[in-house]
């Protein structure tokens, strides 16, 4: 049973793609820097080429971290839905199979300023 | 001339009997089932209703009685509070955040619980949990209605307090709360009571009053005080209704055994969401603090819960499947808690800060092992942040977890350093949580979930669109007053000027 109910329940999901004017939602969570309490929510058009969302939103929000610097975005270890994943730069978020509420996340090993080892 | 006739007095025993369980009669008209069309969908199995026992025997007339002396008394102290300037008597204003928390999640959670308790006391059939209930309906309407008008005195001097009812609905940080409710009162009756009458009223409760109610007694805040003495006895009642309810439900027929347990599992791990709050309130917002929310979970969460457990165990139940998972995060959570609070404050309707050198100190003696190892790091740089004239704001919005709807701001049980990812796939459709509980709860019935209101995602869509401006004016926040840091807010100049002219000749 997918609920409790008295008779047959079937629901409509709040938060479908359609109600987000043509964007969808991304979240980013960069592994181990956590001076950023959450994963990131990101909108985003799915055609924003992927570079265009480390180099502007992502990397905005980064800057608080001493480390934000020091990232070598050609070296990272990317996961998507927790699989070792490799993004094509070039291509848009749908082409790289970015789906809505896909939840991205990098590592920078030997980058951790606030972190105890 | 008119003798005088004694009035005949009824025994206690023959008036309880009178004023409730012979109120209720046999139906004749309609089957009981048509009257009392909720009670088998949930599995439950009931077979004797007068086998539910009241241990206060308390008539709906003395209910009354009782409960006029006491609005009496609080409206008295109310009054005095407000006529002497109660609100310059708070150890500092830092304080009201915790009490604005409270108004804009809590209290209308009470609201909420006198709604759910008016509703099963009609779905009921037995007489006994339909008076038990009524009066708990109308004890949680009153605690709403007395904690809102305790706290409205500070609306008159102080910002944040203005639009809490906007805040409860809208805002992003109260919706932990609002779903618990809503995900309760949309459950059927035995659940919800499972819920609110069991694991909030009788184990969750005293993690959120009793340092809440302290907090205020140690901070100055007569009004809040005396709100808690009004509601003590009714809590008491509360309490021993929940545990009533546990105990009959189960020794009506074996076969509810699972599916209590289940819901224990449950609504322990949601409430235990809701109390992330509280820990925050406990280890950060109060200026002077009663003790750390890990002392108040050691005496009564692992104390008191334990014995709770150990008692119900002659009946097969177990103690909630997220314990272990919780006992872990408790060390953790409200470091977690106020840094995100802190990097989100441009969108709280309450101020944060960063904790000067002296709390941090305290912090360190009460978490020994992770608070300089973890958060102590985050804290200095984030003052030094803001010293350079750049203080932290993350306009990063936050991952909500699909079923407590908090950020995840969580990290894995079993390594504070890597926040807790969990997903999973419902008809095509992604779903984000922020812990194995949470996303149990979705996975057992993922058709209520999925329509989960996340404050964050509908931030992006109709009406608001994405503008941060626009958002603020829909959740009644003004800019500038009632949001930011502490340091330098209007609340700080003022109690400081007021207190100043209460104080001293300058």
């Known amino acids: 049973m997918t609920v409790a109910a008295i008779k047959e329940y079937l629901a409509v999901p709040r938060d479908r793609v359609e109600n987000f004017h043509g964007k969808q939602l991304v979240y980013v969570s960069w592994d181990h820097h956590l001076l950023f309490a959450s994963p990131f929510l990101l909108c985003l058009p799915p055609e924003t080429p992927f570079r265009e969302l480390v180099n502007g939103p992502l990397g905005m929000l980064l800057q608080p971290d001493p480390d934000a610097a020091a990232i070598d975005w050609q070296h990272v270890e990317w996961l998507k839905s927790g699989q070792p994943w490799t993004p094509d730069f070039d291509a848009s978020l749908a082409a790289n199979g970015i789906g809505h509420k896909d939840q991205l996340r990098f590592r920078t090993p030997g980058l951790n300023s606030l972190m105890a080892a | 001339?008119?003798?005088?006739?004694?009035?005949?007095?009824?025994?206690?025993?023959?008036?309880?009997?009178?004023?409730?369980?012979?109120?209720?009669?046999?139906?004749?008209?309609?089957?009981?089932?048509?009257?009392?069309?909720?009670?088998?969908?949930?599995?439950?199995?009931?077979?004797?209703?007068?086998?539910?026992?009241?241990?206060?025997?308390?008539?709906?007339?003395?209910?009354?009685?009782?409960?006029?002396?006491?609005?009496?008394?609080?409206?008295?102290?109310?009054?005095?509070?407000?006529?002497?300037?109660?609100?310059?008597?708070?150890?500092?204003?830092?304080?009201?955040?915790?009490?604005?928390?409270?108004?804009?999640?809590?209290?209308?959670?009470?609201?909420?619980?006198?709604?759910?308790?008016?509703?099963?006391?009609?779905?009921?059939?037995?007489?006994?949990?339909?008076?038990?209930?009524?009066?708990?309906?109308?004890?949680?309407?009153?605690?709403?209605?007395?904690q809102i008008h305790a706290m409205s005195n500070y609306n008159r001097y102080y910002n944040g307090f203005h639009a809490f009812a906007d805040q409860r609905d809208r805002i992003w940080y109260t919706s932990v709360a609002r779903s618990f409710f809503d995900d309760s009162m949309s459950a059927g009756p035995f659940e919800f009571m499972i819920a609110i009458g069991f694991s909030f009223e009788y184990v969750l409760t005293n993690l959120l009053f009793v340092p809440f109610m302290?907090?205020?007694?140690?901070?100055?805040?007569?009004?809040?005080?005396?709100?808690?003495?009004?509601?003590?006895?009714?809590?008491?009642?509360?309490?021993?209704?929940?545990?009533?309810?546990?105990?009959?439900?189960?020794?009506?027929?074996?076969?509810?055994?699972?599916?209590?347990?289940?819901?224990?599992?449950?609504?322990?791990?949601?409430?235990?969401?809701?109390?992330?709050?509280?820990?925050?309130?406990?280890?950060?917002?109060?200026?002077?603090?009663?003790?750390?929310w890990r002392e108040a979970w050691d005496i009564y969460g692992v104390e008191n819960g334990g014995a709770l457990f150990k008692d119900l165990a002659r009946y097969g139940i177990?103690?909630?499947?997220?314990?272990?998972?919780?006992?872990?995060?408790?060390?953790?959570?409200?470091?977690?808690?106020?840094l995100g609070l802190y990097q989100w404050s441009f969108g709280t309707s309450f101020h944060s800060w960063i904790p000067s050198d002296a709390d941090m100190d305290w912090l360190a003696g009460k978490y020994p092992d992770t608070f300089d190892k973890h958060y102590r790091p985050r804290w200095k740089h984030i003052k030094k942040l803001a010293a350079a004239g750049t203080p932290f704001k993350n306009y990063g919005l936050a991952r909500l977890c699909q079923t407590c709807q908090l950020p995840s701001v969580f990290t894995e049980p079993d390594d504070p350093t890597l926040t807790?990812?969990?997903?999973?796939?419902?008809?095509?459709?992604?779903?984000?949580?922020?812990?194995?509980?949470?996303?149990?709860?979705?996975?057992?019935?993922?058709?209520?979930?999925?329509?989960?209101?996340?404050?964050?995602?509908?931030?992006?869509q109709d009406p608001i669109k994405g503008d941060l401006g626009e958002w603020m004016k829909w959740v009644s926040l003004l800019d500038g007053k009632d949001n930011g840091d502490y340091a330098g807010s209007e609340d700080q100049k003022n109690f400081e000027a007021w207190r100043g002219l209460a104080t001293t000749n300058q």
Request: with cysteine; proline share 5%; aromatic share 14%.
């Open chain 2, 214 to 292: 302290s907090g205020a007694a140690y901070n100055g805040d007569m009004a809040t005080v005396t709100f808690g003495f009004s509601a003590q006895s009714d809590e008491a009642r509360h309490m021993t209704l929940g545990l009533e309810v546990i105990k009959f439900i189960l020794e009506q027929d074996p076969d509810n055994l699972p599916i209590v347990q289940n819901w224990i599992d449950k609504w322990f791990w949601r409430g235990f969401r809701v109390l992330g709050l509280v820990s925050t309130m406990m280890d950060y917002m109060l200026p002077k603090r009663v003790m750390s």
């Open chain 2, 318 to 338: 177990k103690p909630p499947k997220g314990w272990d998972d919780a006992e872990k995060a408790i060390d953790h959570m409200s470091h977690q808690f106020m």
């Open chain 2, 420 to 460: 807790c990812h969990r997903e999973t796939v419902y008809k095509g459709e992604k779903y984000q949580f922020c812990s194995d509980g949470c996303q149990h709860i979705f996975e057992n019935e993922p058709e209520k979930y999925i329509q989960a209101w996340l404050p964050m995602p509908q931030l992006f």
């Open chain 2, 1 to 146: 001339m008119d003798m005088k006739v004694a009035k005949k007095k009824l025994g206690l025993k023959d008036k309880y009997k009178l004023m409730t369980r012979d109120l209720g009669w046999e139906p004749s008209y309609h089957s009981k089932d048509e009257l009392y069309p909720y009670m088998n969908y949930e599995g439950i199995k009931i077979h004797d209703w007068d086998k539910w026992e009241d241990p206060f025997r308390l008539t709906m007339d003395a209910y009354w009685k009782y409960q006029a002396e006491k609005e009496r008394k609080f409206y008295a102290i109310i009054d005095a509070h407000a006529q002497n300037n109660g609100h310059l008597n708070l150890t500092d204003a830092r304080y009201l955040s915790a009490l604005k928390i409270f108004l804009q999640a809590i209290s209308p959670g009470e609201y909420a619980a006198h709604r759910g308790f008016a509703r099963v006391g009609r779905e009921f059939p037995g007489v006994g949990p339909q008076v038990a209930c009524q009066m708990q309906a109308i004890d949680e309407i009153r605690h709403a209605q007395t």
